[in-house]
């Protein structure tokens, strides 16, 4: 199979290891609005249903989500409205998790620790790629992706083992991301600065 040519789109998503593996499957022939689409509206069904009080349903919406949009992960994203796709998979992340851990009782703080751990991850994301530095592909593995994190939340809120999920999984990528980000940029050639001594020296 011929590799999907990389784009900033696709690189938005911020696929995991078992979105990309279903990629794989329909070698970039799903176009990926679609079905994340359905993928959302399905996701808020069950969230709507889960935050109701109807006992396990929601921690069925990462399965969902990843089933419908994990196979358009290698499409090239070159529709005119695949734009949509990354914030829509945004969208649907933090609703899962904001969602699953204000309905199971999970002290405020800890949401938002990990969802500030998110934000940050893909406030970095979007400012590389505006500055042509593509993240290295295994931190898109190490981070998990959107489908690997809602995945593992689901799996902690069926062991009933939530809060202790969210304080792992916060620790866990804030030092991920917070030091890959630090280290990626101090090592990074400082243009402006050397322009100016070249200039200086001249």
């Known amino acids: 199979m011929t590799p999907v040519p990389a784009s900033t789109v696709v690189a938005y998503r911020d696929d995991g290891p078992l979105s990309r593996a279903m990629g794989l499957l329909v ?3 799903l176009p990926p609005l679609p079905p994340v689409l359905a993928g959302m509206f399905v996701t808020g069904v069950l969230l709507l249903i889960g935050v109701a009080g109807a006992d396990g349903l929601a921690v069925f919406a990462p399965t969902v989500t990843l089933l419908l949009a994990g196979p358009g992960s290698s499409h090239a994203h070159d529709g005119r409205l695949d734009w949509l ?3 829509i998979l945004r969208l649907i992340e933090y609703a899962f998790l904001a969602a699953c851990g204000f309905a199971n009782g999970v ?3 800890l949401i938002s620790l990990l969802l500030g ?3 940050f991850r893909h406030y970095d994301l979007v400012y590389r ?3 042509r530095v593509y993240p290295p592909q295994w931190l898109a ?3 998990l992706g959107w489908d690997g994190r809602m995945m ?3 799996l902690f809120a069926l062991a009933g083992w939530l809060t202790g999920g969210y304080v792992l999984l916060a620790l866990y990528l804030w030092a991920l991301f917070g030091w890959e980000s630090l280290t990626c ?3 990074a050639p400082r243009i402006g600065t050397e322009t100016a001594e070249a200039g200086t020296q001249d």
């Open 152 to 154: 593992i939340v689901s």
């Open 117 to 119: 751990a998110l934000a």
């Open 107 to 109: 002290h405020p703080v």
């Open 141 to 143: 593995t190490a981070g």
């Open 185 to 187: 940029w101090l090592a």
């Open 85 to 87: 796709v990354p914030p």
């Open 27 to 29: 070698a970039g022939q």
């Open 129 to 131: 790629l505006r500055q």
